[in-house]
């Protein structure tokens, strides 16, 4: 079944460390993203991508960095945490002709 | 600047009874839009979207939205609430421009339902 999937669901972590957030697509969609989310906020747009070697920064400046070396996944990596970084992470993709974007369930991240 | 609001951050329905959540958007051209649920602990699913034509749009649960260019609004409504409709619900407004697909998200409404 076609879908799109992250992993860890939750994450606690201290400062300082280096942490990746996965994120994977069985939809064969080109165009991927990564949204934060804070409690009771709208999503802010921090990377997305077209394809394969495309990525781009979003509206919202992140400390955070993404790569796309193949087309089903679009990880996302922070080299040092800190608990500035906590919040909900939501990855989406979507195909070539549509708006529509699909949602994972997203990975909540706790930076002590 | 484009932009979404959604007015009420929060409301709280009984079981059983219409619901209308508010959505108005900024843009300078018609744009595309888009109504998303998020259950707690869960990633956003669409309800559904408006790209042109008929400006009442019908989605999954029983929800329908109606486009309104006059008043720059997408207001999703619903005729009956079940407690399952509990959820976070956000508007987003989507230029499409054939590479990226960029969405702007309102802020959210938050549905409590009262059995």
């Known amino acids: 079944e076609a879908d799109i999937y992250q992993t860890p669901r939750y994450l606690v972590i201290g400062t300082g460390k280096k942490i990746t957030l996965e994120c994977s697509q069985t939809?064969?969609?080109?165009?991927m993203y990564w949204y934060q989310q804070d409690p009771g906020m709208e999503l802010h747009l921090i990377h997305y991508s077209y394809g394969v070697n495309s990525t781009e920064k979003g509206d919202l400046s992140s400390e955070s960095t993404v790569s796309r070396i193949r087309t089903e996944h679009f990880p996302l990596t922070l080299e040092s945490a800190r608990p500035s970084h906590t919040s909900q992470y939501l990855c989406a993709s979507s195909d070539d002709f549509e708006d529509e974007q699909f949602f994972g369930p997203g990975t909540r991240l706790t930076v002590l | 600047a484009q932009s979404v609001t959604q007015p009420d951050i929060h409301i709280t329905v009984s079981e059983g009874a219409s619901l209308e959540l508010r959505c108005n958007y900024s843009y300078g051209a018609t744009p595309y839009l888009f109504w998303y649920v998020q259950s707690p602990g869960q990633g956003l699913q669409l309800l559904l979207k408006y790209f042109s034509g008929d400006t009442l749009v019908q989605g999954i649960k029983g929800f329908e939205a109606e486009f309104k260019r006059s008043q720059s609004s997408f207001n999703l409504r619903k005729p009956s609430v079940h407690w399952s409709d509990a959820a976070e619900y956000f508007c987003?407004?989507?230029?499409?421009?054939?590479?990226?697909?960029?969405?702007?998200f309102g802020a959210g409404t938050r549905l409590a339902v009262h059995p």
């Open positions: 939809m064969g969609h080109d165009k």
């Open positions: 987003a407004v989507g230029p499409y421009s054939g590479g990226y697909n960029k969405l702007i």
